[in-house]
Each structure stands twice: as C-alpha cells, then as structure tokens.
C-alpha cells in the first residue's frame, strides 16, 4: 500500500511539473515574437501590428507545431529536462526600414534580447526568493552550503530563467530563418547573402538533423554540448545553482 501511495504522489508531483514546464514556455515564446513585432512597428514597419502581432496575447503567436507538440515531446523525450520551441513568425517588410540591413538585424536581435531580459528578471527573482524565503525555495544544500535541490517555488523560476536561455542562445543559431542569421545577414553582401538567405527553405531541416544525427551515428549531442556552454553556463554563472538542482 504504502509502494502504491508513493507512485501515486511521485506521478502526480512529475505530472504537475511536466506540466508546468511546458506552461512556462507559453511566456517566453508569446513575449519573444512580441518583442520582434514592437521593433518593427517603432523602426517604422506596420505589418506586425496590421497582423496583430504587436499583442502579449498568446492566441497570437502560437504555433500547434512549434509551440505545443515539440515541446511536448521533447518535455516526453528528455523526462523534463529539456524542451524549446517557436512560435508563428513575426512578418515584417524590410521596405518600411530606413536601413534594411540594421532594421533587419535589430528586428532579429530583439527577440533573443527579450529573453535575456526575462532570464535575468527571473534570476533576481530566484537569489531573492533564495535569501529571504528559503524554507520555500530550497530543499537541500550540501555541507559547503551549495544548494543541491531547489524546492517547487525555487524549480519554477530556476526553470523558467532556463528556459528564456534555452530560446535565447537557440534562436541565435546563425541558421536562416534563426534571429541569428538576421544579424548574419547584415554583414553579407551581394551572391554570398542571396545564398545565404535561399538557406531559410531548409532551416528546420538543418537543425532537426543537428538535434537528431550526431546522436544516432555517433552518441553524443551536439545541440547538447552547445547548450552546456551557453545556456547551462550563463545560468550557472547568474545564479551559483548547479542547474541539476532544478531538474
């Protein structure tokens, strides 16, 4: 009986944080893609707003693909370690742009900035919550006093910080239609940036095989090691929290 108790609440507690990661992706992609239609419309370019873009109402921006079954199934795939998606693009007419090569760039920046904004707002939130709620937020540290597990409150914002770094460093991927080839764009000229922007048709095609070949041929994550030194060290180095303490 006791066995049966404990599978129920262990399922139950699992079920209730799968669920919650997923929900704190739903912010984080919503305000991403608002943050590139705010930079259109101030650099000059309706068309987000026409389209009702320039809005923090999720219904707006939510991809069934993007924003619901890929993170699900990476949420299923990785046991709730690891999910990132994408939500519907934001569309812009780089005619609108006094400068089309900066616009274009900083209409790209503004969405990874977006969500170091909310990384860094979520960190200040968790070391607060740590320092003067910590019968709440932290379950248990170890004899140098490092925190090894964070309690549910802690969790959530740990998480959530994770997750706008996760987005952040992702969509920086220098692969069209990435915000990162945004900026790449910037500095190319003439055939290499016509080439260079004919990649968008096959971009999610390149970062599925980055995510899913190295794994299959050669057992090791590539997309992995490249979160380990991005978004896995800069939480580490914001918080002082081993980001095992809140997974």
Known sequence: MEYVESFIRNFLSSGIFFLFSFLLI?????LHEWSHAWMANRLGDPTPRMMGRLSINPLRHIDPIGTVLLP???????????TFGYAKPVPFNPRYLKDQRKGTALIGIAG???NVILALGTTFLLLLAVW?????TVLQRADSGM???LAPLGILLARFAYINLVL???NLLPIPPFDGSRVVQKFLKGNARHYYAQLEQYGMW???GIIAIPPMLFGFSLI???FRFTAQLVFTLLTGIPLSAAF
Do not use: D, E, N, W
């Open 26 to 30: 739903i912010p984080a992609l919503t």
């Open 72 to 82: 699900i199934g990476l949420l299923i795939f990785s046991g709730g370690a690891f």
């Open 112 to 114: 990874p900035a977006m």
């Open 132 to 136: 003067l709620l910590p019968a709440i």
């Open 147 to 149: 925190i090894v597990q």
């Open 168 to 170: 952040c460093f992702f």
């Open 206 to 208: 390149i970062v599925l």
């Open 224 to 226: 992995g090691i490249y």
